[in-house]
């Protein structure tokens, strides 16, 4: 079974820092997609960032531009989410989600619309206070 567990999230005050951490497990990492998507309270989910494990290939929304650094383990079967200069905005759940397909047009896809990969795992909170 495709197993994806998001861990990292907490307090953190704006402008401050987090690491989030994507454990993988039931697949072969290397030929997969991984992306990292929030969903604040009342809001509608949005992608934040992908990355092709086979290439390292990424695509970041703009609102995290610059900001957020997405990066993969695939010895350890690990997708990473970088967070710097967080803002009240960035307030939401994270999760983490998974699809045997790649390529640059789906990473954008992907995140452009806040869905469509196939599996997902539990998501972690993140607050950034003002």
């Known amino acids: 079974d495709v197993q994806l567990q998001a861990s990292g999230g907490g307090l953190v005050q704006a402008g401050g820092s987090l690491r989030l951490s994507c454990a993988a497990s039931?697949?072969?990492?290397?030929?997969?997609?991984i992306g990292w998507f929030r969903q604040a309270l009342g809001k509608e989910r949005e992608g934040v960032s992908c990355?092709?494990?086979?290439?390292?290939?990424?695509y970041y929304a703009d609102s995290v531009k610059g900001r957020f650094t997405i990066s993969s383990d695939n010895a350890k079967k690990m997708v990473y989410l970088q967070m710097n200069s967080l803002k009240p905005e960035d307030t939401a759940v994270y999760y983490c989600?998974?699809?045997?397909?790649?390529?640059?047009?789906?990473?954008?896809?992907?995140?452009?619309?806040?869905?469509?990969?196939?599996?997902w795992g539990k998501g972690t909170q993140v607050t950034v206070s003002s």
């Open positions: 989600a998974a699809d045997e397909s790649s390529g640059p047009l789906l990473l954008r896809l992907w995140v452009l619309q806040g869905y469509g990969m196939d599996y």
């Open positions: 990355i092709s494990s086979s290439d390292g290939s990424t």
């Open positions: 039931g697949f072969t990492f290397d030929d997969y997609a």
